[in-house]
């Protein structure tokens, strides 16, 4: 008895111990996780260059082919187009509005689906009401008048509740709606005009929090998603979420999860602590032909500067830049091997030498 | 070892077994209780659900988000500003 009670301190350790390591299991989650501790390369940010923008009310840009494109807050032209790199001024296009095609929504050039036809830069993206709709960007500056077309596939979504739209090419599209009750996201694969879904779709359309009386909790489960078309991977990076989900769609047998940091976030632990702990994990994603980047900051180090973290569509992660200030969206020019850096709090775009290591 | 060490090991043992069960049924039965009544308090807003929304007068720009949006009654990109709150008969 006397040995108990000297060993009495051990044993309630090992107790509290046991008892504390039951974890709640995260749900928006594959089973194949990468956890992402280091990775193979630790790029730093050289030189930095500003660029000077003429646009007031940024809100964030992407550069493509030989044109910069910027979004703004301005009603009457929500896209600045510039040359790149010589940022000569071309043209504000898309107005918000009920009109033909008018959007309803103030865009972001991160949500857009780009790709190159006969030379010329095209934008495919979601109207706010029932479309999609294809913009011709060089067309538009040649002819200094927007040239934009509504696209054949029809988003059958009342109440404006499609939250995210990705263009697959054709008349192929991955959308996500809000469900009736406001409870989950749904994502929709919609091929050739029929509505088609897979396994990983249907795990992570199956997430849901409880049903109450809210119309903004659901963005818990809110993610930046954006496809590779070729290799028919989709990848979608939570915002208050501290892993990421790469599937793969039209036949492609492929499911995988990367997680960053130690701790695990669950879409039942967020709901719990309601509105006040969405805080933003990930600020950005883009996807290139053979990576894909996340722009991260440890939601629990006040302090800490936003990284970039790239990917390959594998899941594995390749290199990680460290900023040395704060920002939203990032995005590479190839040709002049840059990457380019924004902050929407100040409005201020950079750039700097980038290459990817090993790539 | 001797009788008096494997009685002392197997007590702590059951000891420690025991009290770790009791701290996990504690934690849980705490959790659940919070989350619940996080629930109860949401639930108990006293507009019902699907006729009527709760929205938002004012909103602000968010990529990824969206929020239902008072003067329009429908969803809009972006993220509700809290003290605009409000109810929303569709």
Known sequence: ?359 | MSKTKLITAVSGLVFSLSLSFLVYVMNANSKESSYEANIDALASMEWPWQKNHDCYDSIFAAPGMQVYYCPECRYINGCGDSDTLNKCYK
Request: with cysteine; net charge negative; hydrophobic share 35%.
């Open chain 1, 1 to 359: 008895m006397l040995q108990i009670v000297r060993y009495s301190p051990f044993w309630v350790t090992m107790a509290l111990v046991c008892s504390c390591s039951s974890e709640q299991s995260p749900e928006l989650i594959f089973e194949d996780v990468t956890v992402v501790s280091e990775t193979p390369y630790d790029v730093h940010v050289g030189e930095t260059q500003k660029i000077e923008l003429a646009t007031i009310g940024c809100t964030d840009f992407t550069v493509k082919n030989d044109k910069l494109l910027v979004t703004t807050n301005n009603k009457e032209g929500l896209v600045d187009v510039y040359n790149w790199p010589e940022m000569e001024f071309k043209g504000s296009f898309i107005q918000i509005g009920n009109g033909p095609l008018e959007v309803y929504n103030q865009l972001f050039t991160n949500d857009f689906s780009y790709y190159t036809q006969d030379d010329d830069l095209h934008v495919n993206f979601y109207d706010g009401y029932t479309s999609a709709i294809d913009w011709n960007v060089d067309e538009s500056v040649r002819n200094q008048k927007i040239s934009m077309v509504k696209s054949k596939i029809n988003l059958p979504v009342e109440d404006g509740g499609v939250i995210s739209y990705s263009y697959l090419g054709d008349n192929d599209c991955l959308y996500r709606h809000i469900s009736d009750d406001a409870t989950s996201q749904i994502r929709v694969l919609s091929l050739a005009g029929g509505e088609s879904s897979n396994e990983y779709i249907d795990h992570l359309n199956s997430v849901s929090i409880p049903k109450i009386k809210d119309s903004f909790l659901f963005n818990i489960m809110s993610t930046y998603t954006r496809v590779n078309k070729e290799r028919n991977l989709v990848v979608e990076v939570p915002l208050f979420m501290n892993h990421i989900n790469i599937y793969g769609i039209r036949g492609k047998s492929f499911a995988k999860s990367i997680r960053i940091g130690e701790k695990v976030e669950s879409v039942k632990k967020l709901f719990n602590e309601g509105a006040t702990g969405m805080q933003l994990v990930f600020y950005d994603a883009r996807a290139y032909d053979d990576f894909f980047g996340v722009v991260y900051k440890d939601k629990y180090d006040l302090k800490a500067l936003p990284v970039i973290y790239f990917f390959n569509w594998d899941g594995y992660p390749l290199c990680s830049v460290k900023m040395d200030r704060n920002i939203n969206f990032f995005d590479i020019d190839f040709v002049h091997e840059k990457l380019l850096v924004f902050d929407s709090t100040t409005e201020s775009l950079f750039a700097c030498d980038f290459r990817l290591p090993n790539n």
